[in-house]
């Protein structure tokens, strides 16, 4: 089966043509085009719906086109369009769904909508088979959330962030500190030259025995750090910060998701997400796995971010599942219909 998979849920314009015989854990990556508009946004500090949506329109054709034509595949060829619906911003997101539904309708295909964080957990998926039932973990510009996946189509919700995501708080308080947006790999390189005991940062794990999270009390605590440093006519080592601050998000997620293997017992964390390129997340991650024994999955950095393969990934279990789309599919900024609420 050919699937030409489309993302365009945030600022990445990302096209895939990947090939996946049915029924088999096996993935042949043709193509995997992404369109980053973050040197777009990176005047404003942060991501504007409006020009994302216009910088889709711009891309999308050309990308798709270049997808096909680097994967060798001609558009007859392809099987199943498979696009992002759900969830992001809704002008983004439905320049990927308009586009997906046209070539579909163009040339007879299969359509199936993705869900973004599905999405992201299904990099994963790509180096083979995973033992299930297993805990997902994602975090990105837009998202934090623990996950009790029984299936590769079976997903429910346990724990997320009540206010910040954990990339929206890097990209914030790394934007105090005076960073260009999107903070989180300058903040990670930062990190590794600072002391992670410099400073003393709220957790950012609920203690209510819930697995969720809340990264604005962090937030805040340093942005008054750094208003009073400086009012003081001060400065504070930004390494120092950068280390202190990924080693306090590090021990929560662990605390969390230690929390999450007690009560599941299940042998198997997959972790995905922008937020997962981080080295010191990795890390922690990993060494937390090892010392329990759990398996875990972590995408390679190229596939860590939106991209078009995961969206291909999800959409072959969606599928062979029984999914499919029609052309009512639509775009939904928020998915919390299908998403059991914590
Ligand atoms: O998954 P993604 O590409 O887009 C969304 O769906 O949001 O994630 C982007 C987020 C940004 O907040 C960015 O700062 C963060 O991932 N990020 C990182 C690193 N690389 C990207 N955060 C921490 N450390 C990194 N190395
Ligand atoms: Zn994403």
Same mark, same amino acid.
């Given at each position: 089966?050919?699937? /030409?998979?489309?993302?365009?849920?945030?600022?990445?314009?990302?096209?895939?043509?990947?090939?996946?015989?049915?029924?088999?854990?096996?993935?042949?990556?043709?193509?995997?085009?992404?369109?980053?508009?973050?040197?777009?946004? #990176?005047?404003?500090?942060?991501?504007?719906?409006?020009?994302?949506?216009? #910088?889709?329109?711009? %891309?999308?054709?050309? /990308?798709?086109?270049?997808?096909?034509?680097?994967?060798?595949?001609?558009?007859?060829?392809?099987? @199943?369009? #498979?696009?992002?619906?759900?969830?992001?911003?809704?002008?983004?997101?439905?320049?990927?769904?308009? =586009?997906?539904?046209?070539? %579909?309708?163009?040339?007879?295909?299969?359509?199936?909508?993705?869900?973004?964080?599905?999405?992201?957990?299904?990099?994963?998926?790509?180096?083979?088979?995973?033992?299930?039932?297993?805990?997902?973990?994602?975090?990105? &510009?837009?998202?934090?959330?623990?996950?009790?996946?029984?299936?590769?189509?079976?997903?429910?919700?346990?724990?997320?962030?009540? *206010?910040?995501?954990? &990339?929206?708080?890097?990209?914030?308080?790394?934007?105090?500190?005076?960073?260009?947006?999107?903070?989180?790999?300058?903040?990670?390189?930062?990190?590794?030259?600072?002391?992670?005991?410099?400073?003393? =940062?709220?957790?950012?794990?609920?203690?209510?025995?819930?697995?969720?999270?809340?990264?604005?009390?962090?937030?805040?605590?340093?942005?008054?750090?750094?208003?009073?440093?400086?009012?003081?006519?001060?400065?504070?080592?930004? $390494?120092?910060?950068? #280390?202190?601050?990924?080693?306090?998000?590090? *021990?929560?997620? @662990?605390?969390? /998701?230690?929390?999450? =293997?007690?009560?599941?017992?299940?042998?198997?964390?997959?972790?995905?997400?922008? @937020?997962?390129?981080?080295?010191?997340?990795?890390?922690?991650?990993?060494?937390?796995?090892?010392?329990? $024994?759990?398996?875990?999955?972590?995408?390679?950095?190229?596939?860590?971010?939106?991209?078009? @393969?995961?969206?291909? %990934?999800?959409?072959?279990?969606?599928?062979?599942?029984?999914?499919?789309?029609?052309?009512?599919?639509?775009?939904?900024?928020?998915?919390?219909? *299908?998403?059991?609420?914590?």
């Amino acid at each position: 089966m050919l699937y /030409l998979a489309i993302e365009s849920s945030c600022d990445e314009t990302a096209v895939a043509v990947v090939r996946s015989p049915e029924g088999r854990d096996e993935f042949e990556v043709l193509s995997n085009e992404i369109n980053s508009q973050v040197d777009i946004h #990176a005047e404003y500090g942060g991501v504007v719906p409006e020009i994302a949506s216009r #910088a889709h329109v711009e %891309a999308i054709a050309p /990308l798709t086109y270049k997808a096909l034509s680097d994967a060798n595949v001609k558009p007859e060829q392809i099987d @199943v369009v #498979a696009v992002t619906t759900e969830p992001g911003l809704i002008g983004a997101l439905l320049v990927g769904v308009n =586009f997906a539904k046209g070539f %579909a309708y163009s040339y007879g295909k299969r359509l199936i909508g993705v869900n973004h964080i599905k999405g992201h957990v299904a990099a994963n998926y790509i180096n083979g088979k995973i033992n299930k039932p297993f805990i997902a973990f994602v975090a990105s &510009g837009g998202h934090t959330s623990i996950i009790n996946a029984a299936s590769y189509t079976d997903f429910e919700t346990v724990g997320r962030t009540l *206010d910040d995501a954990i &990339g929206e708080a890097f990209d914030k308080i790394g934007r105090r500190m005076g960073l260009n947006y999107p903070c989180g790999a300058e903040m990670d390189r930062l990190a590794a030259k600072g002391d992670p005991s410099a400073f003393r =940062f709220p957790a950012v794990h609920m203690k209510d025995g819930s697995f969720n999270f809340s990264l604005s009390g962090l937030k805040t605590h340093i942005v008054n750090m750094l208003n009073t440093a400086e009012m003081k006519g001060g400065t504070l080592c930004r $390494e120092d910060i950068c #280390a202190s601050l990924t080693k306090v998000i590090c *021990d929560s997620v @662990v605390h969390q /998701l230690d929390q999450c =293997f007690k009560k599941y017992k299940y042998k198997t964390l997959l972790a995905a997400g922008g @937020v997962l390129a981080n080295s010191h997340l990795r890390k922690a991650l990993s060494d937390f796995c090892a010392a329990r $024994e759990i398996d875990f999955h972590v995408p390679p950095l190229s596939l860590c971010g939106d991209n078009g @393969v995961m969206i291909a %990934a999800a959409a072959k279990y969606e599928l062979e599942a029984g999914a499919g789309s029609d052309m009512s599919l639509d775009g939904k900024p928020s998915s919390k219909d *299908d998403w059991k609420r914590v």
